[in-house]
């Protein structure tokens, strides 16, 4: 909690008990406080909440994307294609877009703070890993816009995914989801539906984040948790830009693409 709005609360909480001590004495001041301390939570939620969210996702998208393409040392021109057709795909306006590119250039130069950086999202996000799996799944875009991934950028990857309460296993999800898409890009058009490769099958188990020894009972428990988790409804409610309730669809018809393919070389 910032300075600022700890003085505004322990202000609230103060006046609160103030008045209540004037018409109930300790009992008065003790509900009094209470009620100031509820009032603060109350008109803060509703001046800094879904607009401020908003605001603080897509900052830290951009400065934490910065940071991780410029990890290997240089910043390469697919990453800043790759950065700029995500501000497309968010359809940010003039303004938007103008933060976003000195948040990318904030996130890149030498000094960035990026546990900072992830705090303060981790803190706004308020720990929802449907959130942070987003943002993660972003990142990891980006930096594969090169076709690769280095070793010094898939360290800070980690860093990112710890510093925002994830496990390392979060990114191989991520990754093989990715990996899924490019290739249903890649075989569009090429036909009637065929049996998946080895390849394809464990990206499909590393998606649902289960083994292949895995029951076809844990099977649908995993699928239906990652279903509830990534929910488009979820991203909606927390005031998120409407894109980033597509790529929330996106992600969803995947995790199903990924367990119709194992229950189809299970029959």
């Known amino acids: 909690m910032q300075a600022a709005d700890f003085s505004r609360m322990f202000f609230s909480i103060a006046l609160g008990a103030f008045i209540g001590f004037g018409f109930g004495r300790l009992a008065g001041a003790v509900l009094g406080g ?7 939570k109350t008109v803060r939620a509703q001046l800094f909440g879904a607009g401020s969210l908003q605001s603080q996702f897509l900052d830290s998208t951009f400065a934490v994307m910065g940071a991780v393409c410029k990890a290997d040392g240089r910043v390469d021109e697919r990453e800043i294609a ?8 968010l359809r940010l306006d003039a303004d938007q877009r103008m933060a976003a590119i ?11 703070d990026l546990d900072a950086e992830l705090r303060t999202l981790r803190q706004a996000t308020g720990g929802k890993v449907h959130l942070t799996r987003i943002f993660l799944e972003v990142q990891l875009q980006a930096v594969l816009a090169d076709g690769q991934i280095a070793a010094e950028e898939r360290a800070m990857l980690g860093q990112v995914a710890r510093g925002l309460g994830l496990s390392p296993i979060e990114i191989a999800r991520i990754e093989a989801i990715l990996r899924m898409a490019q290739r249903g890009r890649g075989q569009a058009g090429s036909g009637g539906p065929r049996p998946a490769s080895a390849d394809e099958l464990g990206d499909a188990y590393a998606v649902l984040g289960v083994q292949r020894s895995a029951s076809d009972a844990e099977l649908k428990r995993a699928y239906r948790k990652l279903m509830s988790e990534h ?9 998120l830009p409407e894109s980033m309730r597509e790529m929330a669809e996106r992600k969803t018809r995947e995790i199903t693409h990924a367990y119709d393919l194992i229950k189809s070389a299970r029959q």
Do not use: S, T, Y
Request: proline share 3%; charged share 25%; glycine share 12%.
């Open 34 to 40: 209470f009620v100031g301390w509820w009032l603060h």
């Open 102 to 112: 000195d948040a990318f250039n904030r996130g890149k130069a030498a000094g960035f």
């Open 231 to 239: 929910h488009p409804d979820k991203i909606a409610a927390k005031g």
């Open 82 to 89: 790759a950065a700029e057709a995500m501000m497309r795909r």
